[in-house]
């Protein structure tokens, strides 16, 4: 990848990176909200149980896109430093070019389509 590619990646990433951790800043509010309503008992005693269903399922919401988040967010810390090093939109598996369509749809792509492909298959199986 030429110099020129590596600098616009970089500047998108930096940009999804900052995305991802205001995102995830806020449903860590979110969730320290609740948990700090609920410990006050300013929701509890409640007796709609549909409401309790569901606040206990965005919550559970809440924690799975801030663990998806994080995960992401550790791609995308990756993907910079392979940005450093000069081996971004190197395969990993293979060594091979990641096309550079590929890398705009996901920027934390480590893998070219072929390896891609191959380890979704072996996963499934
Ligand atoms: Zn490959």
Redesign the pocket.
């Known amino acids: 990848m030429n110099k020129k590619d590596l600098a616009r990646f970089k500047k998108l990433i930096e940009t999804e990176r900052k995305r991802v951790v205001s995102q995830l800043d806020s449903i860590e509010e979110a969730i320290s909200d609740r948990t700090a309503n609920q410990a006050s008992g300013a929701q509890g005693y409640s007796n709609h149980m549909a409401d309790i269903g569901s606040d206990a399922m965005e919550q559970e919401q809440a924690f799975l896109h801030a663990s998806q988040g994080s995960d992401y967010l550790r791609q995308l810390d990756d993907a910079l430093k392979r940005i450093q090093d000069g081996t971004y939109g190197v395969?990993?598996?293979?060594?091979?070019k990641?096309p550079v369509k590929r890398l705009e749809a996901y920027l934390a792509a480590e893998?070219?389509?072929?390896?891609?492909s191959?380890q979704e298959k072996l996963q499934r199986s």
């Open positions: 395969c990993e598996d293979c060594g091979g990641i893998l070219c389509i072929t390896c891609k191959r």
